[in-house]
């Protein structure tokens, strides 16, 4: 890969598509190879003229794809498929914990995540047991035969990268643990300021302090 010139590469190749919601967009601009993905300027150019969350989402999901195509970058969100598979239960509404849209899906028609949700519960038809997690959804959907190529590719890539996460040790809960102890040291460092500056506050008063 280190030899291809990826200016080269169309887009039109590796999976962009008129489904995505920023199709148009891109043609717009004049973005049509994996070179101008891989531009980190361009692309925050691109995302920050994008109003609409959910076409934005989608959006720096495609680019996460061609990263890890063509990078061999994890996935921003490749992390979602540790999560329990309950979760498509309520992936069609805005209480979702998990950001289908960010994944790279699209949300618009012709509607990928309407077709998730179906293949999910033909999933859970045949999976009734609890303890299922996203990632396993998309193995049952991906060993299927009634998917199209295009949902496949995504769903493979997303597998591909959390896969490679865990083998370079990345895991949901070691990050979550990471997260929290994050908060833990905001939270201490956020009470010793407002305690400084209760204490600078008394003495300019005139306060003793003791």
Do not use: W
Request: charged share 30%; net charge negative.
């Amino acid at each position: 890969m280190e030899n291809t010139d990826l200016s080269k590469v169309r887009l039109l190749d590796v999976g962009l598509s008129s489904k995505n919601s920023f199709y148009n967009k891109f043609l717009i601009n004049g973005i049509d190879n994996v070179a101008q993905v891989l531009d980190d300027k361009l692309m925050q150019e691109i995302i920050d003229h994008t109003r609409k969350k959910s076409i934005r989402d989608e959006l720096m999901g495609f680019i996460d794809m061609i990263k890890f195509q063509f990078q061999k970058k994890p996935m921003t969100c490749d992390v979602y498929l540790s999560e329990p598979s309950t979760v498509f239960e309520t992936m069609l509404t805005d209480d979702c914990p998990v950001n289908f849209s960010r994944m790279g899906f699209a949300k618009d028609q012709p509607s990928e995540l309407k077709y998730l949700y179906v293949l999910y519960h033909k999933f859970k038809s045949t999976h009734p047991k609890e303890d299922y997690t996203v990632a396993d959804v998309f193995h049952f959907i991906v060993d299927g035969k009634d998917l199209d190529t295009d949902l496949r590719r995504k769903i493979q890539i997303l597998l591909n990268s959390y896969e490679h996460s865990f083998d370079t040790n990345v895991s949901l809960d070691r990050l979550k643990a990471d997260l929290n102890a994050a908060v833990d040291e905001k939270e201490k460092l956020e009470a010793k300021i407002a305690s400084l500056k209760e204490k600078i506050e008394n003495i300019e008063k005139g306060t003793q302090v003791k």
